[in-house]
């Protein structure tokens, strides 16, 4: 499946903590990138073809540049270090059209933010827009340190226009988050909207303080899935499309053969993360391992994410 790419250039490159790089990516043609909602990311298309994906940090109008903030992995893929020690400013990048379903909701009441660490990058977006909109809105926010929180001055200066800024830090400076007890403090603002992105310990905290809420008013992105990536093997996998059929050996997940096969499918982030995988199953019992579908939507058997999870079955249908 093929998607819009869009050749960019580096324009500026600064390190906002010691961890955190951001990159200012300017079409390289001199012309306008494509609008985008508060809280999209872009997948980044490295020269060594590797495929990342980073959210957008600013809503501002100019729409001839993005700014994306990247955190150093050392765990990582290998993604995050490449841009930090490759890429200098005049470095030629492509870049995807803007997507994702982790967006604001532009409504009038209490808009309230969870952030832990780099997570902050798709919710500042979001509150910029709210500043613009003269919304109210409150944000909690959670680091190591004041010297490892990225846009800390930033966000001060955007709370100056009416918004709430909680700070929170692990080297025991501050008192630790509370979910629980943020989430209670929305009773005074009946229909709030409460978004969440950060680790999995903290946006598994957050769903469960916000189930009482109405679903609808409860947003989350979590970094990355909490379980391995399903490289077992052993099955195959049958497109119906074509009637064609993969075997899936070990090491390997259905993505991985499917590509390799020469197929054009949608994919970005590898992690069960992102959703641009997602594909519909016709049978055969699937072993989820994404943090992206709904309970409900795994216990239906009906759709899966073909970049991390397999098969419980000996072979999976899907409508491809």
Known sequence: MNTQNYPVVVRDRKMETTDVLCLELASLGGGVLPDFAPGAYVD?????????????VRHAADRSCYLIAVKREAQGRGGSAALHDTVEVGTQLAISDPKGDFTLVE?????????????????LAMIERLVELGSPWQLHYAAASPQRM?????????????????FHFSDGSTPRMDVQEIVRSLDAHPGAHV?????AR?????????????????????????????TEGGYTVELKSTGLRYPVPAGKTILDVLLEAGLDLPYSCGQGVCGS????????????????????????????????????????????
């Not at 409504?107 to 919710?123: D, E, K, N, R, Y």
């Not at 966000?155 to 226009?161: F, K, P, V, Y």
């Not at 978004?195 to 680790?199: A, E, R, V």
């Not at 055969?284 to 079955?313: F, P, Q, W």
């Open 44 to 56: 980044v298309r490295l020269p060594e073809g590797l495929v990342r994906s980073y959210s957008l």
């Open 107 to 123: 409504q009038p009441g209490m808009s309230c933010f969870v952030a832990g660490g780099i997570g902050i990058t798709p919710l």
């Open 150 to 166: 990225a846009f800390r001055e930033h966000l001060l200066e955007l709370a100056q226009s009416g918004g709430q800024v909680f």
């Open 195 to 199: 978004y969440c992105c950060g680790p």
């Open 202 to 230: 903290m946006v598994d905290d957050f769903l469960v303080a916000t189930k009482p809420l109405e679903s609808s008013t409860v947003h989350f992105e979590r970094f990355g899935a909490d379980q391995p990536l399903a």
């Open 277 to 320: 995988c997602h594909t519909k199953v016709i049978a055969g019992e699937v072993d989820h391992r994404d943090c992206y579908l709904t309970e409900d939507e795994r216990a239906a058997n009906n759709s899966m994410l073909i970049c991390c999870s397999g098969a419980k079955s000996s072979s999976l249908t899907l409508d491809l």
